[in-house]
Nanobody, 118 residues
Framework: QVQLVESGGGLVQPGGSLRLSCAAS????????VSWYRQAPGKERELVAT????????SYADSVTDRFTIFRDSAKNTVHLQMNSLRPEDTAVYCC???????????WGQGTQVTVSS
């Protein structure tokens, strides 16, 4: 069964850190580009960060560059999003997406809530 399961969200104070995890099962995760998206109430969904298949290149939204890091743990079929120096405007539901343009397959997780507040 194909699954993407996010974890690691929660409540954190401004300036704090969280590490989100996206765990895959039922497919070969390393063959997929994996992205984190977020959506805050009343706002459009935003692409936050991407790590590419195999080569592992990364890209980030301008709003999170130098604060967030996306990386794979291939042994555990997991992609993490390390979030540092969190701000209230980072508050959102964060979802991961695994996409293979070659295989034309696209999977989404259910999301995890991140709240940055004092």
């Amino acid at each position: 069964q194909v699954q993407l399961v996010e974890s690691g969200g929660g409540l954190v104070q401004p300036g704090g850190s969280l590490r989100l995890s996206c765990a895959a099962s039922g497919f070969t995760f390393t063959l997929y580009d994996v992205s984190w998206y977020r959506q805050a109430p009343g706002k459009e969904r935003e692409l936050v960060a991407t790590v590419t298949a195999l080569g592992g290149g990364t890209s980030y939204a301008d709003s999170v560059t130098d604060r967030f890091t996306i990386f794979r743990d291939s042994a555990k079929n997991t992609v993490h999003l390390q979030m540092n120096s969190l701000r209230p405007e980072d508050t959102a539901v964060y979802c991961c997406r695994a996409q293979s343009k070659i295989l034309r397959l696209d999977y989404w997780g259910q999301g995890t809530q991140v709240t940055v507040s004092s």
